[in-house]
Antibody
């Protein structure tokens, strides 16, 4: 079955950087578009980034554009999110999600990013 | 740019029916599919309705979806409420400008 496992979360100071990973298994990773979605504590879901299956097209939410970069390594079945110039408001659980019937067909368990001084 | 607006919370008794609305601020609700996700406390979201009114396999037929162009809104209806339906529900749609947009979420309490 589909499994998505995020890692790399932690505590970082404002202005700092963090890199998240999402290890995928149970499906043909290189055939599926992928997303990152975040959820601030006690808040709703916010789409963050999109990456086409072959890496040829990316898109970002305005709130992270120019600071975050999504990438993938299809040989390692892994999705990445490089987060730079982090702000307090970036504090959230970050989920990776696979497209399918719906844009967010399968989700990982999430990894918590806390931006605090 | 558009937003999807949901009620912050709804509550109903077991066995009853509840409807959660999702109103699109601009552009036609019919232009892009609406999907609905359920998020139980401490868990990741799962899909309960896709493409306006389709149920994934494994989702009970107590869950149904619809759109209404006159009110520019989508609705998720859950009938025969069970305590296990208590969760947050999010609508989601897309357009080429905003990309993927979620509603603010509705907390369903079954009491």
């Amino acid at each position: 079955q589909v499994q998505l496992v995020e890692s790399g979360g932690g505590v970082v100071q404002p202005g700092g950087s963090l890199s998240l990973s999402c290890a995928a298994s149970g499906f043909t990773f290189n055939a599926y578009d992928m997303h990152w979605v975040r959820q601030a504590p006690g808040k709703g879901l916010e789409w963050v980034a999109y990456l086409r299956f072959d890496g040829s097209n990316k898109d970002y939410a305005d709130s992270v554009k120019g600071r975050f970069t999504v990438s993938r390594d299809n040989s390692k079945n892994t999705l990445y999110l490089q987060m730079n110039s982090l702000r307090v408001e970036d504090t959230a659980v970050y989920y990776c999600a696979k497209e399918g019937l719906v844009p967010f067909d399968s989700w990982g368990q999430g990894t918590l990013v806390t931006v605090s001084s | 740019n558009f937003m999807l607006t949901q009620p912050h919370s709804v509550s109903e008794s077991p066995g009853m029916t509840v409807t959660i609305s999702c109103t699109r601020s601009s552009g036609s609700i019919a232009n892009n599919y609406v999907h609905w996700y359920q998020q139980r406390p401490g868990s990741s979201p799962t899909t309960v309705i896709y493409e306006d009114n389709q149920r994934p396999s494994g989702v009970p037929d107590r869950f149904s979806g619809s759109i209404d162009s006159s009110s520019n809104s989508a609705s998720l209806t859950i009938s025969g409420l069970k305590t296990e339906d208590e969760a947050d529900y999010y609508c989601q749609s897309y357009n080429s400008t905003n990309a993927w947009v979620f509603g603010g979420g509705t907390k369903l309490t079954v009491l």
